[in-house]
């Protein structure tokens, strides 16, 4: 089946850095990525789309300048949290479609501290 | 703007149970349907997906949709406690490259 892999897995950074979460997809070509954020006992939120080699498309309220998109080729999309706050802790994953349907990776725990 | 709700729960059954879990969405030209098991700390697993009208059955589980009343369940028989988790609704508003949509999800625990 299809793969999307993400990396890290969790990461624990000082309030003000900045933290890149990238997601492959290992075996099919990614031409769009979904970002997500959950918050604890909330649901999926979504962020942004990503697609290859254009700029990524935010939903309301996303501050677009501090989670930083990049889909420069249709297997690697990275988000960036910019200058992070305890607030930004959080759960993200990404998703893809694939020709099995919508594939997940293993999500990103953020810790901001 | 397009919603999809379901009950929080906790939803507590009995080992050997149906559950039944529920979930109303807004936009009546809505496509494609999906129900998700989350565990903690992990991501979302596909459970089923439906997108005609009716019953899907896969093992244990099956998917019941109604577009006139945009409502959608998942009935999982002979729960087990290795169930216990969190059941996420999502939706597809259209075909093509959009995203899913989901609800809060709702929390099962199967008791022993």
């Known amino acids: 089946g299809a793969v999307v892999s993400q990396h890290p897995s969790w990461v624990i950074c000082k309030s003000g850095t900045s933290v890149k979460i990238e997601c492959r997809s290992l075996?099919?070509?990614?031409?769009?990525m979904f970002w997500y954020r959950q918050f604890p006992k909330q649901s999926l939120m979504l962020m942004a789309t990503?697609?290859?080699?254009?700029?990524?498309?935010?939903e309301q309220g996303v501050e677009k300048d501090k989670f930083l998109i990049n889909h420069a080729s249709l297997t690697l999309s990275t988000l960036t949290v910019t200058s992070a706050h305890p607030e930004d802790s959080s759960f993200y994953i990404c998703?893809?479609?694939?020709?099995?349907?919508?594939?997940f990776g293993s999500g990103t725990r953020l810790t901001v501290v | 703007q397009k919603e999809v709700e379901q009950n929080s729960g906790p939803l507590s059954v009995p080992e050997g149970a149906i559950a039944s879990l529920n979930c109303t969405y807004s936009d009546r030209g809505s496509q494609s349907f999906f129900w998700y098991r989350q565990y903690s700390g992990k991501s979302p697993e596909l459970i089923m997906s439906i997108y005609s009208n009716g019953d899907k059955e896969d093992g244990r589980f099956t998917a019941q949709l109604n577009k006139a009343s945009q409502y959608v369940s998942l009935l999982i028989r002979d729960s087990q406690p290795s169930d216990s988790a969190t059941y996420l609704c999502a939706v597809r508003w259209n075909s093509g490259n959009t995203p899913l949509v989901f609800g809060k999800g709702t929390r099962l625990s199967v008791i022993a």
């Open positions: 998703s893809a479609i694939s020709h099995y349907g919508y594939t």
């Open positions: 990503s697609n290859e080699g254009s700029k990524a498309t935010y």
């Open positions: 075996d099919f070509q990614a031409t769009t």
